[in-house]
T-cell receptor
Framework: DGGITQSPKYLFRKEGQNVTLSCEQN?????MYWYRQDPGQGLRLIYYSQIVNDFQKGDIAEGYSVSREKKESFPLTVTSAQKNPTAFYLC??????????FGQGTRLTVV | KQEVTQIPAALSVPEGENLVLNCSFTDSAIYNLQWFRQDPGKGLTSLLLIQSSQREQTSGRLNASLDKSSGRSTLYIAASQPGDSATYLC???????????FGKGTTLSVSS
């Protein structure tokens, strides 16, 4: 089955903790993206990567970090520097000028 | 900077009605526009992709149009059903970047 898999579905973070959200795709897409969704705010771009070993900051990159060591994987780390991390996180991938596909999301809650 | 606006923010209709969702964008220099559906607590499902050279795309009861010069797209849903209840998002990929820029969505409720 081709697609994008995000894990875990739910994640709880304590104050001061770093957590990593997983995103894996088997669509052979070059580009991958991380978005954050808050109620009433729409989707905002955190980071994106167009090719392995390269990535760029989006509009709200502060407090987040990413890596792109493999074409299939684009993990997102929410660091302790992110002061308001509670949100729904969505990963997407896209090949060329074709449609983008999204994973099912990870809901992160600070406890 | 590209901005995408969707009106209305929410819409309630009875089953069977035809309806139109609107999307506007401020910079007409786009590569494509994509419509998505999102169910509560779920990811986004792609509905239709319209390239900048195209005027419309159709899939089943859905028809999306694009007027690039005026910065507008519409999603037409024919014979609405309760299962169509969801939030509909439009997003553009503009020529200034590679990522999709999203509107805030229209939440549709179809009553039986």
């Amino acid at each position: 089955d081709g697609g994008i898999t995000q894990s875990p579905k739910y994640l709880f973070r304590k104050e001061g903790q770093n957590v990593t959200l997983s995103c894996e795709q088997n669509l052979n897409h070059d580009a991958m993206y991380w978005y954050r969704q808050d109620p009433g705010q729409g989707l905002r771009l955190i980071y994106y990567s167009q090719i392995v070993n390269d990535f760029q900051k989006g509009d709200i990159a502060e407090g987040y970090s990413v890596s792109r060591e493999k074409k299939e994987s684009f993990p997102l780390t929410v660091t302790s520097a992110q002061k308001n991390p509670t949100a729904f996180y969505l990963c997407a991938s896209k090949g060329g000028n074709t449609e983008a596909f999204f994973g099912q999301g990870t809901r992160l809650t600070v406890v | 900077k590209q901005e995408v606006t969707q009106i209305p923010a929410a819409l309630s209709v009875p089953e069977g009605e035809n309806l139109v969702l609107n999307c506007s964008f401020t910079d007409s220099a786009i590569y494509n526009l994509q419509w998505f559906r999102q169910d509560p607590g779920k990811g986004l499902t792609s509905l239709l992709l319209i390239q900048s050279s195209q005027r419309e795309q159709t899939s089943g009861r859905l028809n999306a149009s694009l007027d690039k010069s005026s910065g507008r797209s519409t999603l037409y849903i024919a014979a609405s059903q309760p299962g169509d209840s969801a939030t509909y998002l439009c997003a553009v990929r503009d020529q200034a970047g590679t990522a999709l820029i999203f509107g805030k969505g229209t939440t549709l409720s179809v009553s039986s």
